[in-house]
């Protein structure tokens, strides 16, 4: 039996609700996070491209993509999120390069055709969230992927969300925390949604996990490193324009060494794969499972 709740992911984010806009940009350090994932899109999303932005949310790496000039296929297992993303997409102008709003769970993508995106962003962890099924869920991304297509993605981070809230953690249980190191999976609180699950990666994770799956990866940050646990510390830098950009500069070029890969909250990654062939529900001579988990 699979331990991926759709249902409860779905439900988390519709609690969520504005949160989810909001999350980004309500402080300093959710600027730097902004700010690395938002250098790796536009490195590797060409304008005109057209792209599935899977696990959108309400909507802010779908009004970078509109201003690639991008044509979006909006995807989210929220309803919440998506009226979200279509309210935010109609105020602020970049309605017009969304050809579509889809409620969809990332394992189960089978009303979008094979290769017909030109690159998948999948921000904000939908990986995380569906634990034991990421490989399903990595295969319908290479399904609908067209050959080199890149596929944009983040997961938390276990290391680098540790070190962001090592005193919160230092309440948690040693019984617990050594439960959570052991597994990477986050389940404390409720099971019905209204607490966050997820699973968080270590950066060797990660790498295993694309490599396995013929995915050749182009480039490995997190999303942020020097700044993670500095908090309200940030506000004075922030404030300082020149020193500000200074940091955001200092932050790409850490982000992305070896050494600081689980330093920050997300792990984000750039992946190709050169050769996508889909018959028959089989790919490079083994089995893809594209149905949605039971």
Known sequence: MSSYNPNAVARYFDALGEREWTRLVASPGGEVKLHLHSSILRQFVREGSRVLDIGAGAGRFTQMLAALDASVVVADISPRQLELNRHYASELGFASAVTEWLLADVCDLSVLSDASFDAVVCYGGPLSYVFDQRGRALAELARVLKPGGHLLLSV???????????????????????????????????????????????????????????????????????????????????????????LLAMEVRASAQPGCLDMGTHLIAAARREHTTVTDGREAGRLVVVGRPE
Do not use: K
């Open 156 to 246: 938390m981070s276990l290391w680098g969300s540790i070190h962001e809230v090592l005193p919160g953690v230092m309440q948690v249980d040693a019984a617990d925390n050594a439960q959570i190191l052991a597994t990477g999976d986050l389940r404390l609180g409720n099971a019905d949604g209204t607490r966050h699950h997820c699973h968080m990666f270590t950066s060797p994770e990660l790498r295993e996990l694309l490599e396995s799956n013929q995915w050749t990866i182009l480039a490995l940050s997190a999303s942020n490193c020097l700044s993670t646990a500095w908090g309200e510390r940030l506000q004075a830098v922030r404030a300082d324009e020149s020193r500000w950009a200074e």
